[in-house]
């Protein structure tokens, strides 16, 4: 009896035995798992940081242009309020720090917007609107007296292409590629602007003939922050952050349209915001629709004067 009793115990260790260390290999398991996320968390976690310091460097160092030029600007002027300079060279430091001040808003406006587009509180307000209109006003407002102002010929007697859209968004919107065709752009080469009505769509294209973007960066350029390696601003001060097609490129996808881009390195580039002519257009697939061109208008900008 003794021996069978010693048998049910050494079996019964032994299949305690063998739970112990079905249970111990669970935990080393869990352990492990658990050792293998914090590693990725702290990756992540890494990776946040970084970004979030090159995004610190990127805005001091983008601040700072503006505000040293104002700062000198506004050294200048008192000296020569000291000494009664003519009223023309005050009024042309003001002119100046004037921009310095536009360019430090656009910053801060473009923070703001990115900001708001993360957390998903970036509304638009459609309204109808006469889009040649809209192109001839931000076509003022972007020469602003550096160019001759461009202007169209308009078909006589054809309707006026127009959509419902947010007027300001997608102002801001063809602002941004025109300051990127200029940027990206030599001196005095032109840039083409196109407003094209086609089926369910309207269509903008902004055409420069500038130093293009690689193929490799075609897919990358509406990231945040993301600027083309050892490309470099050819026309006029700014530099930017890397948030202008990122911010574009999500008010015309809150249009439900498409911003399209074509470039050739060397020869240039096009972005077109493509826009549904109303919230019902919205719906059906733009791609599925022929794009054929029903009406079509050009504005063509040169620059005589700008370095
Ligand atoms: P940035 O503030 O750097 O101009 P954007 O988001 O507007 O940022 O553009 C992202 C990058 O795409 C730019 O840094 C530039 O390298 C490239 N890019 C944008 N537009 C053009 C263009 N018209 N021609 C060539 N490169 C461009």
Same mark, same amino acid.
């Given at each position: 009896y003794r021996a069978l009793q010693t048998r049910q115990l050494r079996q019964s260790v032994h299949a305690q035995q063998l739970a112990?260390?079905?249970?111990?290999?669970?935990?080393?398991?869990?352990?492990?798992?658990r050792t293998q996320d914090l590693m990725r968390s702290n990756a992540e976690l890494a990776a946040a940081n970084d970004a979030k310091e090159l995004m610190l460097r990127m805005v001091s160092h983008e601040l700072a242009g503006p505000i040293s030029s104002l700062k000198g600007m506004q050294q200048l002027t008192s000296r020569r309020l000291q000494r009664d300079a003519p009223r023309d060279q005050i009024e042309q430091a003001f002119q100046l720090m004037a921009r310095s001040l536009a360019?430090?808003?656009?910053?801060?406006?473009?923070?703001?917007?990115? #900001?708001?587009?993360?957390?998903q509180r970036f509304l638009v307000t459609y309204k109808? &609107?006469?889009?040649?209109?809209? &192109?001839?006003?931000?076509?003022?407002?972007?020469?602003?007296?550096? #160019?001759?102002?461009?202007?169209?010929?308009?078909?006589p007697g054809a309707s006026p292409i127009s959509a419902e859209v947010d007027p300001q968004r997608i102002s801001q919107v063809l602002l941004n590629l025109l300051s990127? #065709?200029?940027?990206?752009?030599?001196? *005095?080469?032109?840039?083409?602007?196109?407003?094209?009505?086609?089926?369910?769509a309207v269509a903008i294209k902004v055409c420069d003939q500038g130093i293009g973007i690689p193929s490799s960066a075609l897919n990358r350029i509406y990231d945040q922050f993301y600027q083309v390696p050892e490309s470099e601003v050819q026309t006029g001060?700014?530099?930017g952050l890397g948030l202008g097609l990122y911010i #574009? *490129?999500? @008010?015309?996808?809150?249009?439900?349209?498409?911003?399209?881009?074509?470039?050739?390195? *060397?020869?240039?580039?096009?972005?077109t915001v493509v826009l549904p002519v109303?919230?019902?257009?919205?719906?059906?697939? @733009?791609?599925?629709?022929?794009?054929?061109?029903?009406s079509c208008l050009t504005w063509a900008l040169t620059y005589t004067h700008l370095s």
């Open positions: 112990l260390e079905q249970h111990a290999s669970s935990l080393a398991q869990q352990v492990d798992e360019r430090i808003e656009r910053l801060i406006q473009d923070l703001h917007d990115a #900001a708001h587009i993360q957390t109808p &609107c006469n889009l040649e209109e809209l &192109c001839q006003q931000v076509l003022s407002e972007f020469t602003n007296g550096d #160019a001759p102002t461009p202007t169209y010929q308009g078909v990127n #065709a200029r940027k990206y752009s030599p001196p *005095n080469t032109p840039i083409i602007v196109q407003l094209q009505q086609q089926a369910v001060p700014a530099n #574009a *490129n999500a @008010i015309v996808k809150q249009h439900h349209g498409q911003l399209q881009v074509e470039s050739i390195v *060397n020869e240039g580039t096009t972005l109303s919230a019902e257009s919205a719906l059906v697939d @733009i791609d599925a629709q022929p794009s054929t061109t029903s």
